[in-house]
């Protein structure tokens, strides 16, 4: 039994992991590397291994970084079964469609770049065909539901309490007589009733070998409590300079949990009446989709959603799916809250917001989620006074903040409870979707806290052996 990162691996983008059982491959997850877009487009082209070759993909949830180049793999032969949960499949539907839309774009630019050096265009990833063949390959199992992938591998999804429809995946391995139990724990979410919208992350037993993420392996969020208060403050403020609050968000989980906190601060008056602009089409296509999918709603949100028919709309709130709609807000006279897509700030409509309003001292650009390195997000996070958007530079003169309690993503602490859900032997514990600071300091977390396993932080291509 034998299992590879192939992405993800001392970074946090472009999740896939390769599964060798008795001679069945498995790839976890197939997403797209975000950062550098050179660096990133020849990282997301092709593959270390043969798409054909595979013989099934088990997704743990819709994020583009973890499904995003699920088109590409079919594109270049993979013809099997993609298993996910009903939610990821929805979303994966959207999402894919958006992304082929946005490789098109890509592309586009930098064939410009290409054209002036005099050298040959370069291809999309791939084409909104691709992403239409690519759902035909997905098979809906419900969380909990124990099914047969290949001879060998039987999966469980399990809650992992990090998006809509996100999964742990927990794989009963068979080989030459020989029995284990692997769990992929996907993106992993806050837990102990943090998520807006989510149920806890739910324990597995058993378990002998755990895929962990170590996104925030070496830092804490701050309370979720103290984080209302300070959204609260933070669009007063701007409010008051009579500026604007950019929030980046990715469009699907994030925007819909920021959608609701800001719903639940105006049920309490704790700001003025503002407007509120979604101005994503996927942002407004995904809430459609969470809409259908109360069965991963927390009880609380539930119990909400029974005093009130729509939780991710009210009379302040407006989603924008036109472009031109898009470009007046640019001009909007006055205060408001605009979300846009990306959350790292790498493509979508945020980027002509940022170029618009970033000059401006009286706006705010508040991050609500997590930002790799390399990434325009990452530089304003940094502090950096000049960034380059669109190939221009441009002045940052706008406040730049960032509330960690909306994420999505476990802290140290909370890894560390999670893995201490985690039931079994436990003894071989790999860490990965963490950059290399992250990971290491997690793994003397973890290895303290169990002496008897081994943990590892693999690089990219190095084989995990059980």
Same mark, same amino acid.
């Given at each position: 039994?034998?299992?590879?990162?192939?992405?993800?691996?001392?970074?946090?983008?472009?999740?896939?992991?390769?599964?060798?059982?008795?001679?069945?491959?498995?790839?976890?997850?197939?997403?797209?590397?975000?950062?550098?877009?050179?660096?990133?487009?020849?990282?997301?082209?092709?593959?270390?291994?043969?798409?054909?070759?595979?013989? &099934?993909?088990? %997704? *743990?949830? @819709?994020?583009?970084?973890?499904?995003?180049?699920?088109?590409?793999? =079919?594109?270049? !032969?993979?013809?099997?079964?993609?298993?996910?949960?009903?939610?990821?499949?929805?979303?994966?539907?959207?999402?894919?469609?958006?992304?082929?839309?946005?490789?098109?774009?890509?592309?586009?630019?930098?064939?410009?770049?290409?054209?002036?050096?005099?050298?040959?265009?370069?291809?999309?990833?791939?084409?909104?065909?691709?992403?239409?063949?690519?759902?035909?390959?997905?098979?809906?199992?419900?969380?909990?539901?124990?099914?047969?992938?290949?001879?060998?591998?039987?999966?469980?999804?399990?809650?992992?309490?990090?998006?809509?429809?996100?999964?742990?995946? &927990?794989?009963? %391995? *068979?080989? @030459?007589?020989?029995?284990?139990?692997?769990?992929?724990?996907?993106? =992993?979410?806050? !837990?102990?009733?943090?998520?807006?919208?989510?149920?806890?992350?739910?324990?597995?037993?058993?378990?002998?070998?755990?895929?962990?993420?170590?996104?925030?392996g070496d830092r804490l969020h701050e309370?979720?409590?103290?984080?209302?208060?300070?959204?609260?403050?933070?669009?007063?403020?701007?409010?008051?300079?009579?500026?604007?609050?950019?929030?980046?968000?990715?469009?699907?989980?994030?925007?819909?949990?920021?959608?609701?906190?800001?719903?639940?601060?105006r049920d309490i008056d704790c700001y003025?009446?503002?407007?509120?602009?979604?101005?994503?089409?996927?942002?407004?296509?995904?809430?459609?989709?969470?809409?259908?999918?109360?069965?991963?709603?927390?009880?609380?949100?539930?119990?909400?959603?029974?005093?009130?028919?729509?939780?991710?709309?009210?009379?302040?709130?407006?989603?924008?799916?036109?472009?031109?709609?898009?470009?007046?807000?640019?001009?909007?006279?006055?205060?408001?809250?605009?979300?846009?897509?990306?959350?790292?700030?790498?493509?979508?409509?945020?980027?002509?917001?940022?170029?618009?309003?970033?000059?401006?001292?009286?706006?705010?650009?508040?991050?609500?989620?997590?930002?790799?390195?390399?990434?325009?997000?990452?530089?304003?996070?940094?502090?950096?006074?000049?960034?380059?958007?669109?190939?221009?530079?441009?002045?940052?003169?706008?406040?730049?903040?960032?509330?960690?309690?909306?994420?999505?993503?476990?802290?140290?602490?909370?890894?560390?409870?999670?893995?201490?859900?985690?039931?079994?032997?436990k003894r071989k514990i790999a860490l990965?979707?963490?950059?290399?600071?992250?990971?290491?300091?997690?793994?003397?977390?973890?290895?303290?806290?169990?002496?008897?396993?081994?943990?590892?932080?693999?690089?990219?291509?190095?084989?995990?052996?059980?």
């Amino acid at each position: 039994m034998k299992l590879t990162p192939y992405g993800a691996a001392r970074m946090t983008t472009g999740s896939r992991h390769l599964l060798e059982v008795g001679g069945a491959r498995v790839l976890l997850d197939c997403g797209l590397a975000e950062g550098k877009r050179e660096a990133s487009r020849a990282r997301n082209a092709s593959f270390p291994f043969d798409p054909a070759s595979l013989d &099934a993909v088990i %997704l *743990s949830h @819709a994020h583009i970084d973890h499904s995003g180049n699920l088109p590409n793999l =079919v594109r270049h !032969g993979f013809a099997g079964n993609i298993y996910a949960t009903p939610a990821t499949r929805d979303l994966c539907g959207i999402m894919l469609q958006d992304s082929a839309k946005i490789q098109h774009g890509d592309a586009a630019y930098v064939n410009k770049k290409r054209a002036k050096q005099g050298l040959p265009p370069v291809e999309p990833l791939y084409s909104r065909e691709d992403a239409e063949r690519t759902m035909s390959q997905f098979v809906s199992i419900d969380y909990r539901r124990r099914f047969p992938v290949v001879d060998g591998v039987r999966a469980t999804f399990h809650d992992a309490g990090h998006m809509l429809g996100s999964a742990q995946v &927990a794989l009963d %391995l *068979s080989e @030459a007589g020989r029995q284990a139990r692997l769990l992929f724990s996907g993106d =992993v979410g806050r !837990g102990h009733g943090t998520s807006e919208i989510l149920r806890d992350p739910e324990p597995v037993d058993g378990v002998d070998v755990l895929l962990m993420e170590s996104t925030y392996g070496d830092r804490l969020h701050e309370a979720t409590d103290s984080a209302s208060d300070f959204l609260c403050s933070v669009v007063n403020r701007t409010r008051e300079r009579g500026g604007k609050v950019l929030i980046p968000s990715f469009a699907v989980g994030r925007a819909q949990g920021v959608v609701l906190a800001l719903h639940k601060l105006r049920d309490i008056d704790c700001y003025p009446a503002l407007p509120i602009f979604v101005d994503s089409p996927l942002s407004v296509n995904a809430t459609e989709v969470f809409r259908l999918h109360p069965e991963c709603f927390n009880a609380d949100l539930y119990e909400y959603l029974q005093k009130n028919k729509n939780p991710f709309g009210w009379g302040d709130i407006r989603y924008i799916r036109e472009v031109e709609q898009s470009r007046e807000l640019n001009t909007f006279p006055g205060s408001a809250i605009i979300i846009s897509a990306s959350g790292m700030c790498e493509a979508g409509r945020i980027l002509h917001h940022l170029r618009n309003h970033i000059g401006d001292a009286r706006n705010t650009v508040l991050f609500v989620g997590y930002c790799a390195e390399n990434t325009l997000g990452a530089q304003l996070l940094r502090g950096e006074k000049r960034v380059r958007i669109f190939g221009e530079e441009f002045d940052v003169r706008a406040e730049i903040v960032k509330i960690d309690a909306y994420s999505g993503h476990a802290d140290r602490d909370e890894l560390l409870a999670y893995a201490s859900r985690v039931g079994g032997t436990k003894r071989k514990i790999a860490l990965v979707h963490g950059e290399e600071h992250a990971g290491l300091a997690f793994q003397k977390s973890l290895q303290a806290a169990y002496p008897g396993s081994e943990v590892v932080l693999p690089h990219e291509g190095d084989a995990i052996e059980f």
